[in-house]
């Protein structure tokens, strides 16, 4: 079957230092992959989406790597910060409609001063 | 811009008694529209999504019921609650043949009994 895997277990780091994310998917081909924030009893907040053609994305101190064929997303956040604390999100369309993105569970990051 | 209110924010109810949960997106025309749930630990699940008046996709076999009376408004109702339907239910829409990014609500957060 389908599915997304992150890390359950939390990423404790520190400030400053860059924080790295997982995300696994099995059994699919996708043609974008994208990466929430979701802060305690909010909804999730969209940060990036990467094509299959893009290895690789920045957004200020964020960065995303795609690897078609080891079928795995890493989601860095370099000069890390308490704010940064919060859990990270992937998802992505098993269809290949846009309409029905699956989410992983999520890893939660807690950046320690 | 657009904006998405989902209502209410909280709320308790005994089992048996109705649900209605009420999402509203402004500033935009022909929403794809969804409703996912998020149970304690877990990932997000799609539950339901819409991509125009009256047409609902439900994606897993439930006691709750979906419905878009117009084009902005999308409603999640169930009959009578389960303890099972405890959680965090959230809205969210993205732009008809967008590249599938969703815009979330604030979330509702329902207790049953």
């Known amino acids: 079957s389908q599915k997304i895997e992150q890390n359950s277990e939390a990423l404790n780091i520190q400030e400053g230092k860059t924080a790295t994310l997982t995300c696994n998917y099995t059994n699919y081909s996708p043609a974008y992959l994208q990466w929430y924030r979701q802060d305690p009893g909010r909804g999730p907040v969209f940060l990036l989406l990467?094509?299959?053609?893009?290895k690789e994305k920045r957004k200020e101190r964020l960065k995303v790597t795609f690897d078609t064929t080891l079928k795995q997303s890493l989601f860095h956040i370099t000069a890390s910060q308490p704010a940064d604390s919060a859990t990270y999100l992937c998802?992505?369309?098993?269809?290949?409609?846009?309409?029905?993105?699956?989410f992983g569970t999520g890893t939660q990051l807690k950046v320690e001063l | 811009s657009q904006t998405i209110h989902q209502w209410p924010a909280t709320l308790v109810q005994p089992v048996g008694s109705p649900l209605s949960l009420e999402c509203t997106v402004e500033?935009?025309?022909?929403?794809?529209l969804y409703w996912y749930r998020q149970a304690a630990g877990r990932g997000l699940q799609l539950l339901f999504y819409?991509?125009?008046?009256?047409?609902i996709s439900s994606e897993v076999p439930q006691n709750l019921s979906a419905s878009r009376p117009q084009d902005r408004q999308f409603i999640l109702s169930s009959k009578k609650l389960l303890l099972s339907d405890s959680g965090f239910y959230l809205c969210?829409?993205?732009?008809?043949?967008?590249?599938?990014?969703?815009?979330f609500g604030e979330g509702s957060r329902l207790t049953v009994l």
């Open positions: 500033g935009t025309s022909n929403p794809n």
């Open positions: 969210a829409w993205n732009p008809a043949g967008g590249t599938g990014e969703l815009f």
């Open positions: 819409s991509v125009g008046i009256g047409q």
């Open positions: 990467i094509r299959e053609n893009e």
């Open positions: 998802a992505l369309d098993f269809t290949g409609g846009g309409n029905k993105l699956t």
